[in-house]
């Protein structure tokens, strides 16, 4: 059961299609609304640069249903991401947008994705919201929200066994380019 819940969490984060959920941006919007992009500091803003920044370091910060039991925490976050546009207020990744602050502090639109479990038998509905700070042009701190909201399907049952929805994890990580 352990090899399996890995396996299939493994592939949620690291082998999906993502598709970001209107709803998902909708209710972000109040938190990218707090980011103060004034430049009203006479600081001049950080802009990342463009290309693939690695992740490293990851820790769990908390995790309400116990994945760390069930696998380890660096496969749920993937292990690289491309920024393929940038400027002094967003930065668009391969499967997002983020904004930004002046002070480099940024959150992502989050990234909605149903995975297949169990053979087909079971879909899981996940959430991931990438915020963090951008600590120069080459380097952030991250943070990631993962939430395992739903199930599915007549599979749920067994991973039903492993989880209780929803399940939220928030992990912390460094990326460099």
Same mark, same amino acid.
């Given at each position: 059961?352990?090899?399996?819940?890995?396996?299939?969490?493994?592939?949620?984060?690291?082998?999906?299609?993502?598709?970001?959920?209107?709803?998902?941006?909708?209710?972000?919007?109040?938190?990218?609304?707090?980011?103060?992009?004034?430049?009203?500091?006479?600081?001049?803003?950080?802009?990342?640069?463009?290309?693939?920044?690695?992740?490293?370091?990851?820790?769990?910060?908390?995790?309400?249903?116990?994945?760390?039991?069930?696998?380890?925490?660096?496969?749920? *976050?993937?292990?690289?991401?491309?920024?393929?546009?940038?400027?002094?207020?967003?930065?668009?990744?391969?499967?997002?947008?983020?904004?930004?602050?002046?002070?480099?502090?940024?959150?992502?639109?989050?990234?909605?994705?149903?995975?297949?479990?169990?053979?087909?038998?079971?879909?899981?509905?996940?959430?991931?919201?990438?915020?963090?700070?951008?600590?120069?042009?080459?380097?952030?701190?991250?943070?990631?929200? *993962?939430?395992?909201?739903?199930?599915?399907?007549?599979?749920?049952?067994?991973?039903?066994?492993?989880?209780?929805?929803?399940?939220?994890?928030?992990?912390?990580?460094?990326?460099?380019?």
């Amino acid at each position: 059961m352990k090899s399996l819940f890995i396996s299939f969490i493994t592939g949620i984060i690291l082998g999906c299609s993502v598709s970001i959920n209107e709803e998902s941006i909708s209710n972000n919007h109040s938190i990218v609304e707090n980011l103060d992009t004034s430049s009203d500091t006479g600081e001049e803003s950080i802009i990342p640069k463009i290309g693939i920044w690695s992740i490293s370091d990851i820790e769990s910060i908390s995790d309400n249903c116990n994945i760390e039991e069930y696998q380890e925490v660096n496969s749920m *976050v993937p292990s690289e991401f491309t920024i393929v546009d940038s400027n002094a207020h967003t930065f668009q990744t391969d499967s997002t947008q983020c904004n930004m602050n002046n002070l480099g502090n940024f959150i992502c639109n989050a990234t909605s994705i149903e995975e297949k479990a169990l053979g087909g038998t079971a879909t899981l509905n996940i959430e991931t919201i990438m915020k963090g700070s951008l600590l120069s042009q080459s380097l952030m701190n991250l943070e990631f929200d *993962v939430n395992i909201n739903s199930c599915t399907g007549a599979g749920c049952f067994m991973i039903e066994m492993a989880l209780e929805f929803p399940c939220e994890v928030t992990l912390n990580a460094n990326s460099r380019i």
